[in-house]
Each structure stands twice: as structure tokens, then as C-alpha cells.
């Protein structure tokens, strides 16, 4: 009989593929229903067409771990946890699946000596392949001595890691481009990691960031071997590329012109826009709305809950403008000769509604719907009215 080398190929390529299958069943603890409806949420996330979740599966089944090395500088650690205190069942074991994370300060049971040798190790290893994957701001004043781990400056030890990294990936919105600590004065000189290397990095903003958007970012260069396209600020595009307003559960409240004016209020408490209370979705681009956190369904993001998105994805928005100013309407911008939402004199004026309602794509009859609501909700005194003069 001829043996069918094709034929035992496969056999063998399957039954290689069954072990791989059931192994991965068994380190992250979940049924294969469970597993492929993980892969195929993570691919839709990274908006790859349908059928591409047999890619992702295959690719994190596989043996073939990326090592990442993990550098914290000035931060609150909040990506960290954000990561693994996800309450999805798995997310903290996929993402220890899906990379191998070799160096990780606040993870590590090393201290000291050790985790300088760790580090050193690591880098080693894995000279030219590692992922580098940086968490927080690095300052650069007095050549960066406000910052220093082991006697080195955030600025060497980054530069030291870069060098001999595949990637490098910039976490939460203090590595990409300052965040908190760069916020005015910035008495540190706080920098992204882009800014401190002279050259892009993937970004993952936010503070602290979507875990799904960095799993996500990992799972894309398992499957493809590379890292995915990103914008001008190198934010991967399948999770920063819709404002958020534009997904936002309230946006019909904007387009109408309903719009909470104080917290706690009638409007806040029905749920109205949070455009004059400062929320910054009209200016910010991240996927918060449709992605949500925490695993705990529905309105589970910022503006779920009641407050204003502050920007914190967007460079010169979160941590730069104040909490209750208002946005830019970056896509509907209004043409000069509209009057603004609130006139100086601290008057909320009905034509000025009107006209955000109607840029904003509101239907014939929004306005006088508008001016029907505003009527009956905002119609409060002065002193009310007083309290967003400043939101201009
Ligand atoms: Fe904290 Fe990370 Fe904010 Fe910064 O997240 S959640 S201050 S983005 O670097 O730890
Ligand atoms: Fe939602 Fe904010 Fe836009 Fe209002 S302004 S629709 S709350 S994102
Ligand atoms: Fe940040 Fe706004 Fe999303 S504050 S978490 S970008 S809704």
C-alpha cells in the first residue's frame, strides 16, 4: 500500500493541531466554546472580517510566545491592573498566554539586585525579538533624575530596552505622550516614550487603557507577526479611529439638545448629553463606547456612569484641557457666524442650542423640539444659568 505523504501530513498536522487545541484548553482554564467566542470578540475588535477568529485561535494556540519586557516609570501602575484585574474570567491568563511576559516590576517576585539582573537576563535572551512595552511618563528635566530605578534615569533605561527591542509599545496615555504627570506645570518635564526615543511607537492611550485594546494590539502581532496600522499618533486604528461621540448612548440627547447642566440634575439624572458639563467625546477618538470595561455589560465606561469623558485617549485633551470645558466639535464644526452655546452674559439662548443641534445632524424640527425641552428642563433661573459661564 503507498503511503499518502500529503494525506499523513495532514493527519499528523491535525492531530499536532488537536493537542495544541486541548492544551490551550487547559492553561487558561476555559471550554473551547468559551475560547473561540474570546477569539472572535478579539477579532472583531481588531475589526478583521468575519471567519478570521480560526486565525486568532490558531495563533494563540500556538507554542510561538512573544517576550515582553515591561518597564514602569512615572505612573499610577493603573495599566497594570487594569490588565489583570479584568473581570473576565481569562483576560489576565490569555494575556499571560499570549505573551511571555519576562520582566515585569511590579509583578516579579525579584527585587532589587535581582530584578536588575532579571532585566539584563531578559533582554539577552531575547536580543532583537522582545516586545518592549513601556507604562509611564518619562521626565526629562535635570537630564531625568525625578525618575530613577536602580540608580539609572527612566531616560537611560528606556533607551537601553529600545535598542534591542522588535517593537515598542507605548501604555496608557502617560508612556504615549506625558498624561498625568506631564499636566501643567509639568514640573518634571514628563515625556512619552515617542518623544524621548526621536521616533514613533505604537501608542495604547488611555488612563488606564482598554486591556482589550492592548490584548488585542499582542493577539494582531501573534497572527500576523506584525503590529497593527495606527494613526498620526500612533494609536492601533481598529480601536482609535471614531470619536467617541460618535458611538456614544447619548448622542440623540446631543443631536436633540438635551443636555445635563449640572450633576445631578433632572437632565443627568434622565440621562441627557454631558457636552456642557465638559465631556470631551466630541474631540476624542477611542472605542470606550462600543468596547465598555470591566466586563460588566451594558454602560460600564465613563459616560455610562454619568461622567464626562475627559479625553484621557487624546493628546492635548486629557490631562491638558480642564475637566469642564467644553469640547471641540471636532466633525461638526459650526461655521463662525453660529452664536455660542452659552452667551457671555450667562445666558443659555435658544438660537445657540438650536444651532448645535442642527450642525450636529439633528432632524428638521430638532430645534423647536430643542427649544420645547429646554423649555420645560432648563428653563431654571439665573443662578443655574451662572454656573456654566465658565464652560465656554
Ligand atoms: Fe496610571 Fe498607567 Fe493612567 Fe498613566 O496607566 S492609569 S496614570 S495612563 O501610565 O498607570
Ligand atoms: Fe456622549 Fe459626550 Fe457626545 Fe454627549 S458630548 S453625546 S455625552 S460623547
Ligand atoms: Fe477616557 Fe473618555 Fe474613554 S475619559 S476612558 S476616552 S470615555
Known amino acids: 500500500?503507498?503511503?499518502?505523504?500529503?494525506?499523513?501530513?495532514?493527519?499528523?498536522?491535525?492531530?499536532?493541531?488537536?493537542?495544541?487545541?486541548?492544551?490551550?484548553?487547559?492553561r487558561l482554564d476555559m471550554s473551547r466554546r468559551e475560547f473561540l467566542q474570546f477569539c472572535a470578540a478579539l477579532a472583531a475588535t481588531m475589526g478583521l472580517p468575519a471567519g478570521a477568529e480560526a486565525a486568532v485561535a490558531k495563533a494563540v494556540e500556538s507554542a510561538r510566545r512573544p517576550s515582553v519586557i515591561w518597564l514602569h516609570f512615572s505612573e499610577c501602575t493603573g495599566c497594570s491592573e487594569s490588565l489583570l484585574r479584568a473581570e473576565h474570567p481569562t483576560i489576565e491568563k490569555l494575556i499571560l498566554d499570549v505573551i511571555s511576559l519576562d520582566y515585569h516590576e511590579t509583578l516579579m517576585a525579584a527585587a532589587g539586585r535581582q530584578a536588575e539582573e532579571a532585566r539584563k537576563a531578559a533582554m539577552k535572551a531575547s536580543k532583537g525579538k522582545y516586545i518592549l512595552?513601556?507604562?509611564g511618563a518619562i521626565p526629562v528635566k535635570d537630564n531625568g533624575i525625578y525618575c530613577k530605578i536602580g540608580g539609572h534615569t527612566a531616560i537611560d533605561?528606556?533607551?537601553?530596552?529600545?535598542?534591542?527591542?522588535?517593537?515598542?509599545?507605548?501604555?496608557?496615555?502617560?508612556?504615549?505622550?506625558?498624561?498625568?504627570?506631564?499636566?501643567?506645570?509639568?514640573?518634571?518635564?514628563?515625556?512619552?516614550?515617542a518623544d524621548v526615543l526621536g521616533r514613533p511607537v505604537v501608542t495604547i492611550p488611555g488612563c488606564p487603557p482598554n486591556p482589550y485594546?492592548?490584548?488585542?494590539?499582542?493577539?494582531?502581532?501573534?497572527?500576523?507577526?506584525?503590529?497593527?496600522?495606527?494613526?498620526?499618533?500612533?494609536?492601533?486604528?481598529?480601536?482609535?479611529?471614531?470619536?467617541v461621540h460618535d458611538n456614544c448612548e447619548r448622542r440623540a440627547h446631543f443631536?436633540?439638545?438635551?443636555?445635563?447642566?449640572?450633576?445631578?440634575?433632572?437632565?443627568?439624572?434622565?440621562?441627557?448629553?454631558?457636552?456642557?458639563?465638559?465631556?470631551?467625546g466630541p474631540e476624542t477618538y477611542a472605542n470606550c463606547p462600543t468596547q465598555l470595561f470591566g466586563d460588566a455589560g451594558a454602560g460600564?465606561?465613563?459616560?455610562?456612569?454619568?461622567?464626562?469623558?475627559i479625553g484621557?485617549?487624546?493628546?492635548?485633551?486629557g490631562f491638558q484641557k480642564p475637566i469642564h470645558m467644553v469640547a471641540k466639535?471636532?466633525?461638526?464644526?459650526?461655521?463662525?457666524?453660529?452664536?455660542?452655546v452659552v452667551e457671555e452674559q450667562g445666558k443659555t439662548s435658544f438660537a445657540a442650542m438650536a444651532a448645535v443641534a442642527a450642525i450636529a445632524g439633528a432632524a428638521a424640527g430638532g430645534a423647536a423640539m430643542l427649544a420645547k425641552n429646554l423649555g420645560r428642563e432648563h428653563g431654571g433661573g439665573q443662578d443655574q444659568r451662572n454656573k456654566h459661564d465658565g464652560a465656554q
Request: aromatic share 10%; charged share 25%.
Open 1 to 26: 500500500m503507498r503511503f499518502d505523504l500529503r494525506k499523513g501530513g495532514q493527519d499528523m498536522s491535525e492531530a499536532i493541531f488537536d493537542l495544541e487545541r486541548q492544551a490551550v484548553e487547559k
Open 133 to 135: 512595552v513601556v507604562e
Open 312 to 317: 484621557c485617549t487624546e493628546k492635548g485633551v
Open 157 to 193: 533605561l528606556v533607551k537601553e530596552a529600545a535598542a534591542d527591542a522588535a517593537a515598542v509599545i507605548a501604555i496608557g496615555s502617560c508612556a504615549s505622550w506625558g498624561g498625568m504627570p506631564s499636566t501643567d506645570p509639568n514640573p518634571t518635564l514628563a515625556q512619552g516614550v
Open 255 to 280: 443631536d436633540a439638545g438635551r443636555f445635563a447642566l449640572e450633576f445631578g440634575d433632572e437632565g443627568h439624572r434622565k440621562g441627557y448629553c454631558l457636552y456642557k458639563l465638559g465631556c470631551k
Open 213 to 243: 485594546n492592548f490584548l488585542a494590539t499582542a493577539v494582531h502581532f501573534l497572527t500576523f507577526g506584525k503590529l497593527p496600522e495606527v494613526d498620526g499618533l500612533g494609536r492601533p486604528k481598529f480601536a482609535y479611529s471614531r470619536l
Open 329 to 340: 466639535l471636532k466633525n461638526v464644526e459650526p461655521p463662525v457666524s453660529y452664536p455660542k
Open 300 to 309: 460600564t465606561w465613563p459616560v455610562g456612569c454619568g461622567h464626562p469623558c
